[in-house]
């Protein structure tokens, strides 16, 4: 037993495992991303519908969108943003991991006679001959992937944008980084029943990498029939980290915000948007 505390609290090297297909595509935890998702009163896998309302009604403003206006929405999620930009005649395409969300998001469109694509791919793989106005990627969707990984999705949205498109996405900041500690938790049911549906143990255990400003909650979940862990990482930005980034990609940074509804950039927020142009 020793030697399995010793394993499950060890610490990985920076970005050692990835398991977002694990996460998003649980039969369980898959169902509970989505009814997060769909639930408007809460901040957790999307925005509060009130705040979305008035996010894409900035968005719709800012981007000029119109009948004509092409946008890729990464890490759509059940179609929130998606479908709230069609019904201003848009023409979307949404990308995402979980085939869950995906089958809702074709349900709620086909139901509506919103003439959507929908596409269930991990989207750094995602390619297309089709060209874009704007790119999204919403929820700090951005802060989930490794270097190497950022690198390569800001490629993939240079060579998807028409000239003169433009990126919007969301990321945390430092003064995020700075409010969160290192932690050891063991629970029954961690989560309130989030990673299964039967009895188990959850452990979490916190990592901070100091130098790189990332944070990694390793999520270990002990059931009956099977031990799994989960590695949730999120990189922590300055505006200057941010756009040094989309400048080694070939975008020039037009605006920094503090949320994607628009608001004034506050260097007290603990996360912040950016508006890049290609």
Known sequence: ?????????????LYEFYTAKELWNDEHTSKQML???????????SRRFEFIDKSVDWIASTFNVSGNTKIADFGCG????????????????????????????????????????YINTNYLVFDTDERFDLILMIMCDYCALSTEQREKILQKFYSLLNPGGSVLLDVYSIVAYEEREEQSVCEENLLDGFWAEGEYKGYLNTFKYEEDKV?????????????RTIYNWLKYFTPEELEKEF??????????????AGTPFDVKGTEFAVIATK
Do not use: C, W
């Open 78 to 117: 059940p179609g929130l943003y998606a479908h709230r930009l069609a019904r201003r005649n848009a023409k979307v395409t949404g990308i995402d991991f979980s085939k869950r969300s995906i089958d809702y998001a074709k349900d709620t469109a086909a139901k509506e006679k919103l003439a959507i694509k």
């Open 35 to 45: 009814s997060y998702h769909l639930n408007g009163d809460v901040d957790i896998s």
């Open 247 to 260: 400048a080694e990609a070939r975008f020039k940074i037009e605006k920094f915000y503090s949320d994607v």
């Open 1 to 13: 037993m020793d030697n399995n505390l010793e394993k499950i609290k060890s610490r990985p090297a």
């Open 215 to 227: 944070i990694l909650d390793k999520y270990t979940i002990i059931e009956q029939e099977r031990v």
